[in-house]
C-alpha cells in the first residue's frame, strides 16, 4: 500500500525559503514513475508544481516557479524534497504530494496521480 507523507510547511516572509519533505512508502523505481508536488490556494483550482521520475533525474516544474523551486530525491530515505527558494505571496497554499505520473509523463496530468498526502500549509506573507 502506498503511503504519503508531507512536512516542512509553515509561514515565512516573501523572498524566504522553506524546504518540503514527501517520505514515502510502497514506492519503488519498478512500481511508479514519479512523485509529484501540487498545491491549491483558497479558491482555486489545484495545480501541478513539480514532479521527479522515479528512474532517472527527469524532472518537470511548472512555469510559475522554473528557477526558484527545486525537486530532488533521496533514494535510501524514501524521500521526495521540494526546496522553495525566492517565495512569493501568490506561492500561499496548501502543497501535497502525489503518485503516480501516467503514461504521457513528463507531461503532468492531475488525473493520472490516485494517491495523494495529507497535505502541508505554505504561508508567504508580503
Known amino acids: 500500500q502506498v503511503q504519503l507523507v508531507e512536512s516542512g510547511g509553515g509561514s515565512v516572509q516573501a523572498e524566504g525559503s522553506l524546504r518540503l519533505s514527501c517520505t514515502a512508502s510502497?514506492?519503488?523505481?519498478?512500481?511508479?514513475?514519479?512523485v509529484g508536488w501540487f498545491r491549491q490556494a483558497p479558491g482555486k483550482e489545484r495545480e501541478g508544481v513539480a514532479a521527479?521520475?522515479?528512474?532517472?533525474?527527469?524532472?518537470y516544474y511548472a512555469d510559475s516557479v522554473r528557477g526558484r523551486f527545486t525537486i530532488s530525491k533521496d533514494n535510501a530515505k524514501n524521500t521526495v524534497y521540494l526546496q522553495m527558494n525566492r517565495l512569493k505571496p501568490e506561492d500561499t497554499a496548501m502543497y501535497y504530494c502525489?503518485?503516480?505520473?501516467?503514461?504521457?509523463?513528463?507531461?503532468?496530468?492531475?488525473?493520472?496521480?490516485?494517491?495523494w498526502g495529507q497535505g502541508t500549509q505554505v504561508t508567504v506573507s508580503s
Open positions: 510502497g514506492i519503488t523505481a519498478s512500481s511508479h514513475r514519479c
Open positions: 521527479i521520475s522515479t528512474a532517472s533525474p527527469l524532472t
Open positions: 502525489a503518485a503516480d505520473c501516467g503514461p504521457k509523463w513528463p507531461l503532468l496530468l492531475q488525473g493520472d496521480f490516485n494517491t
